[in-house]
């Protein structure tokens, strides 16, 4: 018998299944295990004959259907990897993505799924951007992290990458939502820049089940989903019709800050950028102008220490669990009541700067230490 998570992942292994089909199944039925019993006839204003036919062999089969081994096959590969399945029901679950329309029904988080709680702005733009385009995503990845915002993107080349190299470089927090399975990174050169947002307590992200290939149409949904779990979306350099454009009009839908970096009018990746602002964008020239607007949604970081204390039955293990109480009392120790930049408290504690990362965030989420952008101080 499958657990409601197990049913979960066969759910949106279907084919032909995604969020819309997800939330129109459960205005027709109290629960996907309901629908997964259903008759098929019940079943056929949703799903496909593929899918009908698969669930048919499950429930002749049960667990010898190759439906079900796929699942189990999932959870074990979830269990060694280290990832979080974050369902609407999970205490982790963001809650502005709760606001969007076809809210993802299931998110594999590889990191802490508590970063994605924190007051987010994201930075999208073109993957070809020019030099001077680049530089200024990092530079305001960089102050946006410095002023505590967690930075939000797509880990696509350019735009995107140059926006999450600049939070990990002061190391801030950054979370990338991509568009494949969480088992891949697409693209794969930028492999070690996950592995560096994660080492800095940030978070990847897909709705997307294990070995789903970067499919052009996986990229639009990808972009509702950073733009929904932000405040605000800054946009770098985009052509007029690119998906930048996208992720800015799903903005718009959910009620978020749009605003965009204006540049040279003989730059064709200006173009969309100004057209944003023509429609009613803010211009911005630097960071400061997006901590204005936004500033005030930093005091809203919520307490998730029940994350970490009681983590919901779905939960696999997550790293920041695993932190050894001692290990936070040697870094409250080493803490003083003025900002510490992190590389000067792992060279005092003699510990990795990713352990003493998760360690700081679990502590921040305790109440026990703040980051103020230039460091983290202790509170008690």
């Known amino acids: 018998m499958l657990s409601s998570i197990e049913e979960l992942i066969l759910f949106t292994r279907l084919p032909g299944v995604g969020a819309a089909t997800y939330w129109q199944m459960l205005d027709r039925f109290p629960s996907i295990h309901s629908a997964l019993q259903a008759s098929p006839e019940a079943l056929k204003p949703f799903l496909s004959q593929e899918a009908l036919d698969t669930l048919a062999l499950v429930r002749s089969q049960k667990s010898a259907s190759m439906a079900v081994q796929q699942v189990q096959r999932d959870m074990d590969w979830l269990q060694k990897n280290d990832i979080t399945l974050v369902d609407t029901d999970h205490t982790a679950y963001p809650e502005l993505l709760r606001e969007i329309k076809r809210t993802p029904p299931l998110l594999y988080v590889k990191g802490c799924p508590a970063s994605l709680n924190f007051p987010q702005v994201a930075i999208v733009g073109s993957r070809k951007p020019t030099p001077a ?214 060279e005092r504690t003699k510990k990795p700067i990713g352990e003493v990362m998760s360690c700081l965030l679990t502590m921040e989420l305790k109440g026990l230490v703040a980051n103020l952008g230039a460091g983290y101080m202790r509170l008690r």
């Open 133 to 346: 385009g680049r530089d200024t995503a990092q530079a305001f990845g960089s102050d946006l992290a410095k002023s505590g915002f967690t930075i939000t993107s797509g880990l696509a080349m350019g735009i995107d990458a140059a926006a999450h190299e600049g939070a990990v470089k002061v190391k801030g927090r950054t979370i990338a939502v991509i568009g494949t399975g969480i088992d891949s990174v697409y693209p794969q050169r930028n492999s070690a820049l996950a592995s560096e947002i994660i080492a800095n307590g940030g978070a990847i992200v897909s709705e997307f089940p294990l070995g789903t290939d970067p499919q052009p149409q996986n990229f639009p949904q990808r972009n509702r989903i950073v733009s929904g779990l932000s405040f605000g979306v800054v946009v770098v350099e985009a052509a007029v019709k690119s998906g930048s454009l996208i992720s800015a009009r799903y903005a718009l839908q959910q009620n978020r800050e749009l605003f965009a970096v204006p540049g040279s009018i003989h730059n064709p990746l200006s173009r969309g950028c100004h057209a944003l602002i023509k429609e009613g964008a803010k211009l911005v020239e630097t960071s400061q102008d997006i901590v204005d607007e936004l500033g005030g949604f930093l005091s809203r970081q919520r307490d998730l220490l029940d994350i970490y204390k009681q983590p919901a039955e779905n939960s696999l293990p997550k790293h920041d669990e695993l932190i050894a109480n001692d290990l936070e009392d040697d870094v409250l120790a080493k803490l003083d009541y003025s900002p510490t930049p992190i590389d000067a408290l792992a």
